[in-house]
C-alpha cells in the first residue's frame, strides 16, 4: 500500500478511482498521566505523554484508514490529510482521509 | 488576613519559579533548535506538489509535539488579551512548537535517505482548550511525502 500526500504518483497511471477512505480515533490520556502533565504545564515545556498519545492515536486512524482502501481492494492512497480537534479536556479527535485509488 | 496574604505569597512565589523555569527551557530548546536546524539543513522540505522527473519511492513522513507555555507566561497573556496588542508569549510557544515538529518530521525523513520532502503540510490543535486556566498547550503536526532514491526497478513495483 502507498500512501503519500501528492495527488499523483509520476510515472504511475491511476487505473481506477474508489473514492474516499477515511479513520478516525479519540483517545485521552488516564487521570495520574493527566495529573503529571498539569503540573508540567506549570513550568511549560514539551507534555510527553500528549505527543505519544497523539502519535499513538494517529497511527490507529491510519490503520484504519488502510483496512478500509484494503477492503476495497485498492493499491495506494493518494493526498492524505490529517486533521485534528480537541473534543474535551485531554482528548483529542484523529481524523485522516485520502483517495483511494488503484495504480497500474 | 493571614490566609489571604499567603494565597498571595503563593502565587507570587508560584510566577517567579514559573518564569525562572520556564525562561531557562525555553532558552534550551530554542538552541537545541538551532543546533539541529543547522545540521538538517541539507534536506529541503518544501510545500510544492509537483516532483522532479525521475524515479523515486514515496513515503509519508509525519512529526509531531505538544508544548505548553508556562504559568507566567499564561498571566502575562491573560494581561495581554485584556489590553490588546501582541501577545508574545503564545508567538513564542508556537514558533517552537512549529519548528520543532518539522525537524522531527526531518529526523524521520533522513533517517529513510530521503532526499527532499514534498508537500508539506501544518496542523495545529490546542490540547486544553475549554479548561479555563490551562490554555496554553498546542500539538503541532507536520506531514509530508519524502522523497527516496529507488534502490532497483524490481524493488520499487
Do not use: C
Not at chain 1, 72 to 77: D, V
Not at chain 2, 133 to 148: D, H, P, Q
Amino acid at each position: 500500500m502507498k500512501i503519500t500526500n501528492l495527488e499523483t504518483i509520476p510515472g504511475k497511471t491511476i487505473i481506477k478511482h474508489l473514492g474516499l477512505v477515511q479513520g478516525s480515533s479519540v483517545r485521552a490520556k488516564h487521570a495520574g498521566r493527566d495529573l503529571l502533565s498539569s503540573i508540567k504545564n506549570l513550568f511549560g515545556g514539551e507534555l510527553t505523554s500528549y505527543t505519544e498519545l497523539l502519535q499513538e492515536s494517529r497511527e490507529e486512524a491510519m490503520q484504519r484508514m488502510i483496512q478500509q482502501a484494503e477492503a476495497a481492494n485498492a493499491n495506494a492512497i493518494l493526498n492524505v490529510r490529517f486533521s485534528t480537534s480537541s473534543i474535551t479536556q485531554g482528548a483529542a479527535e484523529i481524523y485522516v482521509y485520502g483517495t483511494a485509488v488503484v495504480l497500474e | 488576613m493571614s490566609g489571604e496574604s499567603f494565597q498571595l505569597i503563593y502565587i507570587i512565589g508560584l510566577l517567579v519559579i514559573a518564569y525562572w523555569v520556564g525562561s531557562y527551557r525555553e532558552k534550551r530548546h530554542y538552541q537545541s533548535i538551532i543546533k539541529r536546524e543547522y545540521e538538517l539543513n541539507r534536506l529541503p522540505a518544501v510545500n510544492l506538489k509537483t516532483p522532479p522527473e525521475g524515479n523515486f519511492q514515496h513515503e509519508l513522513v509525519m512529526g509531531n509535539v505538544t508544548i505548553s507555555v508556562d504559568y507566567f507566561k499564561r498571566f502575562l497573556a491573560a494581561l495581554h488579551a485584556f489590553f490588546g496588542g501582541r501577545v508574545t508569549s503564545y508567538e513564542t510557544l508556537l514558533d517552537r512548537a512549529r519548528r520543532e515538529a518539522l525537524l522531527r518530521m526531518k529526523a524521520v525523513a533522513s533517517e529513510k535517505q530521503a532526499l527532499l520532502v514534498l508537500n508539506v503540510k501544518y496542523e495545529t490543535v490546542s490540547i486544553f482548550k475549554g479548561a479555563g486556566k490551562n490554555i496554553g498547550s498546542v500539538e503541532v503536526l507536520a506531514y509530508g511525502t519524502a522523497l527516496m532514491a529507488a534502490r532497483n526497478n524490481a524493488q520499487v513495483s
